[in-house]
């Protein structure tokens, strides 16, 4: 493909965009755009009210150990102490209270219990929301796209094999993918 057939096709697409607003196949790339972006806005906002738990027992934590490498005794691997500093970044907790630094293994470990425990229920919490998800809508979406999007895109450029070019079907979205966007939670390993 050279550079001035796609210039071409280009200034058609924008062409028929400033005529009668965006073509039938741009709508519907679109479509698919926003409602998956929609479902994702959804998933995150039920995955964070989930967490909130998890956000309140982490912050207690991280107060009560001071600096996260005091933890080191009851979570040896550095690959946990990691994923809980990453998953403070995110959840960002901020506790109404605040919690004087501790030197009680006791307390740290309690705290670090008790921090499992809450990331153990949001995972649960957060299974039974994934298996419910109906993605019925976004799959029909994906669908009509993958069978109508090279059909009006032809109609309004007038070309089969310009059409064609650059298309890839979608596949339909599983409850792994959403998953993915929206995981679960890694839990630590508690030594000591």
């Not at 096709?9 to 790339?29: C, K, L």
């Not at 298996?131 to 009509?144: F, S, Y």
Request: charged fraction near 30%.
């Amino acid at each position: 493909m050279n550079d001035s057939a796609s210039e071409e096709d280009r200034r058609i697409v924008q062409e028929i965009a400033g005529r009668f607003g965006p073509a039938a196949f741009m709508r519907r790339a679109k479509l698919v755009e926003t409602t998956w972006t929609q479902l994702l806005e959804r998933g995150n906002h039920a995955r964070l009210e989930c967490l909130a738990m998890v956000r309140l027992r982490l912050g207690q934590l991280h107060a009560l150990a001071g600096v996260w490498e005091t933890l080191h005794p009851w979570l040896p691997e550095d690959a946990d102490r990691a994923m809980l500093i990453r998953l403070h970044d995110e959840l960002q907790p901020r506790l109404r209270m605040a919690l004087q630094p501790s030197t009680s293994g006791r307390v740290l470990r309690a705290a670090l219990r008790e921090l499992v425990e809450a990331m153990e229920i949001f995972n649960a919490r957060w299974q039974k929301w994934l298996a419910e998800v109906d993605l019925t809508a976004l799959n029909k979406v994906r669908d009509d796209y993958n069978r109508y999007y090279l059909l009006e895109k032809e109609c309004a450029l007038g070309s089969a094999l310009v059409a064609r070019r650059d298309f890839k079907p979608l596949a339909r979205i599983t409850r792994g993918d959403v998953e993915a966007q929206l995981p679960l939670l890694k839990l630590p390993r508690i030594g000591g």
